[in-house]
C-alpha cells in the first residue's frame, strides 16, 4: 500500500477524480499551498499517505517517517491558516519508527492515536497517544506473541468508544482501549486474506476492509468482520478486468447503505478501479480506470458533506 510522499501540504475544496454516490456538479476547485516542506530546513519528511486528525485546537496532526532529532519520524502540526509546521514529538526508536497509517483523534479524551511499524521494546511496532503539546504514551509494544507485529494502518474508533487495528503477517485484527489494554480478537487465515487491512466503521457497527493477498484466488478480499472478531469474506479478487487488484486501502460507507472503493491496480486497463458492494457481499464493478484520462493507482476515498466520494490519482 505504499505510496509516493507528500511534497507540499495543501488544502483543496476538490481533491480529483471520483464523485460516486450521485450526480452533484463539482464546485470550481481552490488550491492553497500551505508550506512546502524542507528536510534540510528541520522539517518533518517521508509522509506514508497517511491520515490527517484536526484536534480539537483546529491544528492538522499527521506522521512523518523521517525528520526529527533521531531522524527516525515525528509526530506534527500544521496550522490551516498560515501553514506554519512544528514538530511536537520525535521518535527515537524506543518509542517506535516508521510511523504509518495516520492519526485518528480520540473522540473523549481529544488526544491522537496512532501506530509506528517497528521500533518499541520488542522492535515489532507500537501502539501509542499523544497530546497535542507531544507528551507520549504507549498503549502496546507488539511482541509477534499472539497479538502480531508491525502495525500499518489507522486506527478506527469503534461503537464502544475502543480503537481497533490490524497487523500484518501475521494478519492479526485487535481492540485497545485508551488505557492501553489490546486484545486480538481473530487471527486472518489466507483464506480470510492477508496484507493489508485498513478497517472502516459501517453504520451496522461491524468493520469492513480490503486485502491485497489470499482468498480464493490469491488476490485478496473484501471482508466484514464484527466487534468480536467474526470474519466474513464478502468477495474474493480475481485480480483482472472483472474487479481490480490491492485493495488494501480499504473502503467507505456511502448515505444508502452501499460500501465503495478503489482498488489500486488492475481493471481492464491495469490502472485501478471504482466498485460497490453490499454489506452482504453483492459486488458491481463501476469504472476501470484509464491512466490517460482518469489516472491511475487510486487512493482511498473520502466521503464528503454533499454526499459523494472524492480520491485522487
Request: aromatic share 10%; hydrophobic share 35%; glycine share 18%.
Given at each position: 500500500?505504499?505510496r509516493?510522499?507528500?511534497?507540499?501540504?495543501?488544502?483543496?475544496?476538490?481533491i480529483?477524480?471520483?464523485?460516486?454516490?450521485?450526480?452533484?456538479?463539482?464546485?470550481?476547485?481552490?488550491y492553497?499551498?500551505?508550506?512546502?516542506?524542507?528536510?534540510?530546513?528541520?522539517?518533518?519528511?517521508?509522509?506514508?499517505?497517511?491520515?490527517?486528525?484536526?484536534?480539537?485546537d483546529?491544528?492538522?496532526?499527521?506522521?512523518?517517517?523521517?525528520g526529527?532529532?533521531?531522524?527516525?519520524?515525528?509526530?506534527?502540526?500544521?496550522?490551516?491558516?498560515?501553514?506554519?509546521v512544528?514538530?511536537?514529538?520525535s521518535?527515537?526508536?524506543?518509542?517506535?519508527s516508521q510511523?504509518?497509517?495516520?492519526?485518528?483523534?480520540?473522540?473523549?479524551?481529544?488526544?491522537?492515536y496512532?501506530?509506528?511499524?517497528?521500533g518499541?521494546?520488542?522492535?515489532?511496532?507500537?501502539?501509542?497517544?499523544?497530546?497535542?503539546?507531544g507528551?507520549?504514551?504507549?498503549?502496546?509494544?507488539?511482541t509477534?506473541?499472539?497479538?502480531?507485529?508491525?502495525?500499518?494502518?489507522?486506527?478506527?474508533v469503534?461503537?464502544?468508544?475502543?480503537?481497533?487495528?490490524?497487523?500484518?503477517?501475521?494478519?492479526?485484527?485487535?481492540?485497545?482501549?485508551?488505557?492501553?489494554?489490546?486484545?486480538?480478537?481473530?487471527?486472518?487465515t489466507?483464506?480470510?486474506?492477508?496484507?493489508?487491512?485498513?478497517?472502516t466503521?459501517?453504520?451496522d457497527?461491524n468493520f469492513?476492509?480490503?486485502?491485497?493477498?489470499?482468498?480464493a484466488?490469491?488476490?485478496?478480499?473484501?471482508?466484514k468482520?464484527?466487534?468480536?472478531?467474526?470474519?466474513?469474506?464478502?468477495?474474493?479478487?480475481?485480480?483482472?478486468?472483472?474487479?481490480g487488484?490491492?485493495?488494501?486501502?480499504?473502503?467507505?460507507?456511502?448515505?444508502?447503505?452501499?460500501?465503495?472503493?478503489?482498488?489500486?491496480?488492475g481493471g481492464a486497463?491495469g490502472?485501478?478501479?471504482?466498485?460497490?458492494?453490499?454489506?452482504?457481499?453483492?459486488?458491481?464493478?463501476l469504472?476501470?480506470?484509464?491512466?490517460?484520462?482518469?489516472?491511475?493507482?487510486?487512493g482511498?476515498?473520502?466521503?464528503?458533506?454533499?454526499?459523494n466520494?472524492?480520491?485522487?490519482?
Amino acid at each position: 500500500m505504499s505510496r509516493s510522499h507528500l511534497a507540499h501540504f495543501f488544502v483543496a475544496s476538490v481533491i480529483a477524480v471520483v464523485l460516486v454516490a450521485t450526480a452533484v456538479s463539482a464546485p470550481a476547485q481552490t488550491y492553497t499551498d500551505l508550506h512546502d516542506f524542507n528536510g534540510s530546513a528541520g522539517d518533518p519528511t517521508n509522509f506514508n499517505s497517511g491520515r490527517l486528525a484536526q484536534a480539537r485546537d483546529g491544528n492538522f496532526y499527521a506522521e512523518s517517517r523521517a525528520g526529527g532529532t533521531s531522524s527516525l519520524g515525528t509526530v506534527f502540526n500544521v496550522s490551516p491558516t498560515s501553514g506554519a509546521v512544528s514538530i511536537i514529538l520525535s521518535f527515537d526508536g524506543t518509542n517506535g519508527s516508521q510511523e504509518s497509517g495516520g492519526l485518528t483523534l480520540g473522540p473523549s479524551d481529544g488526544q491522537l492515536y496512532g501506530d509506528a511499524i517497528s521500533g518499541g521494546t520488542s522492535g515489532d511496532g507500537v501502539t501509542f497517544k499523544v497530546t497535542t503539546n507531544g507528551t507520549f504514551t504507549p498503549l502496546h509494544n507488539f511482541t509477534n506473541s499472539g497479538d502480531g507485529e508491525n502495525p500499518v494502518n489507522a486506527l478506527v474508533v469503534g461503537s464502544n468508544g475502543n480503537f481497533y487495528g490490524m497487523t500484518p503477517g501475521p494478519e492479526t485484527f485487535y481492540e485497545v482501549t485508551s488505557a492501553g489494554k489490546l486484545t486480538t480478537l481473530q487471527t486472518f487465515t489466507s483464506a480470510d486474506g492477508y496484507q493489508g487491512g485498513q478497517l472502516t466503521l459501517g453504520s451496522d457497527g461491524n468493520f469492513y476492509g480490503g486485502l491485497n493477498l489470499g482468498g480464493a484466488n490469491g488476490t485478496g478480499t473484501l471482508f466484514k468482520v464484527t466487534p468480536s472478531g467474526t470474519v466474513t469474506v464478502l468477495h474474493n479478487f480475481a485480480g483482472n478486468s472483472s474487479d481490480g487488484a490491492d485493495a488494501a486501502w480499504g473502503m467507505v460507507e456511502a448515505p444508502n447503505g452501499l460500501f465503495f472503493g478503489t482498488p489500486y491496480a488492475g481493471g481492464a486497463n491495469g490502472a485501478g478501479t471504482l466498485f460497490k458492494v453490499t454489506s452482504s457481499g453483492t459486488f458491481a464493478l463501476l469504472q476501470s480506470f484509464t491512466a490517460a484520462t482518469d489516472g491511475s493507482g487510486p487512493g482511498g476515498l473520502t466521503l464528503a458533506t454533499d454526499g459523494n466520494m472524492y480520491g485522487d490519482q
